[in-house]
């Protein structure tokens, strides 16, 4: 299949080309301010099968929606609560995504994987709200990426991973926040977070008041944890996602005590013959000797690091380490979906110090 790249920039021609592709079936990729997404018809089956089938993804992980706004939300769902309602007012447009249960019939089932509910946002993203507008439909799109590669943030990333794989591509430039969407499921007086992601656990904490509690979804992480038993759960989190080819060692706790631990790992490592790289604040960078130092950005600023660490992850593979060491962040407001990505790209592997 040929892939036909748009810009984003040029006129509407190009916008409104993407969006007839996707009322025609077709599947794009287009910017969000989270990050790219690959996106079909919700309602059309063959399209849907198309996405899973490009990206490499298991067919029980179910996609997120894109909708234009709150009311076309509304149709998906067969109802919606305060405190459903509540989130959307205060939060749409923007990167959280709500767990609702689907109207019968308002999505294809290989969406859902199934399940009675559906994932869906409205993106905050300019370019995405317009294409998805232009289309008239709901838009089911998960990351634009090969399943198991980090997620993409540049048109580039895309074109690696899915050139002759998709219709289309509709270049908007690096998106904004860098992690994907926070999912969240609420459950009577319960919010519980699925996925953490731009939106914090604090600010939804702050939308809902006290009478709501928020429940985090990491375990071992000091927050205060949901009862398992009861706690919705999100497919496809049981999937090793944004892995870089190289092995990776997570380190977590005291920033004074980190140097000195990343860098004995890259010591070790380099002794063994391997190919090291660190993934550190601005402030540590200098300190350290490996074959790559990347740099995430001032560690008082992990919004910086949130934004770089899929592109970081995808140098790594580019540059052949085989081993990288990654500093750990705080887990508050954006730093707790970033400690929950990096948990995930190290696959395990966390040295606390
Ligand atoms: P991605 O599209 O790659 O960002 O992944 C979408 C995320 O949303 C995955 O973690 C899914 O498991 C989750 N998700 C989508 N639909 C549902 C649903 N109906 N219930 C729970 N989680 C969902
Ligand atoms: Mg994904």
């Known amino acids: 299949m040929n892939t036909k790249y748009w810009s984003a920039d040029e006129a509407l021609a190009d916008l409104n080309e993407a969006a007839a592709a996707l009322a025609a079936g077709g599947i794009v990729a287009f910017p969000t301010e989270t990050v790219y997404g690959l996106g079909g018809d919700a309602g059309n089956t063959e399209a849907v099968r198309r996405i899973f089938a490009a990206k490499g993804r298991p067919s029980d ?17 067969k109802q919606v609560s305060d405190v459903e309602r509540r989130l ?13 249960p689907v109207r019968e019939g308002a999505v294809s089932p290989l969406v859902t994987a199934g399940l009675d509910t559906v994932a869906v946002r409205v993106p905050a993203h300019e370019t ?37 794989r998709i219709d289309g591509l509709l270049d908007g430039g690096p998106t904004g926040v860098g992690l994907e969407s926070t999912v969240v499921q609420a459950a009577g007086d319960r919010i519980h977070i699925l996925r953490p992601g731009g939106v914090t656990r604090e600010m939804l904490q702050q939308a809902v008041g006290e009478r709501v509690s928020v429940f985090g979804s990491d375990s071992g992480t000091g927050e205060a944890a949901a009862p398992q038993e009861h706690a919705p759960r999100s497919p496809g989190v049981k999937y090793a996602h944004y892995a870089p080819k190289g092995e990776l060692l997570l380190v977590a706790g005291n920033p004074a005590a980190m140097i000195a631990a990343v860098q004995a790992q890259v010591t070790e490592a380099k002794a063994r013959g391997l190919r090291v790289g660190v993934l550190a604040s601005s402030e540590h960078a200098p300190r350290y000797e490996a074959d790559a130092v990347l740099d995430c950005g001032s560690r008082s600023e992990p919004e910086l690091a949130a934004q770089s660490l899929y592109a970081l992850l995808r140098e790594c593979d580019d540059r052949g380490l085989d081993f990288i060491v990654a500093e750990g962040y705080e887990e508050r407001g954006i730093g707790a979906a970033l400690m929950n990505r990096l948990r995930k790209a190290a696959g395990g592997r966390v040295l606390h110090v």
């Open 61 to 77: 992980n179910p996609l997120i929606v894109h909708v234009e706004d709150a009311s076309a939300a509304l149709r998906l769902a």
């Open 88 to 100: 959307m007012e205060t939060f749409w447009p923007g990167p959280l995504t709500l767990v609702l």
């Open 128 to 164: 995405a709200r317009r294409l998805i507008a232009a289309s008239g439909r709901p838009i089911a799109a998960p990351s634009a990426n090969r399943s198991g590669r980090p997620s993409p943030t540049l048109a580039a990333h895309v074109r690696e991973d899915l050139d002759g």
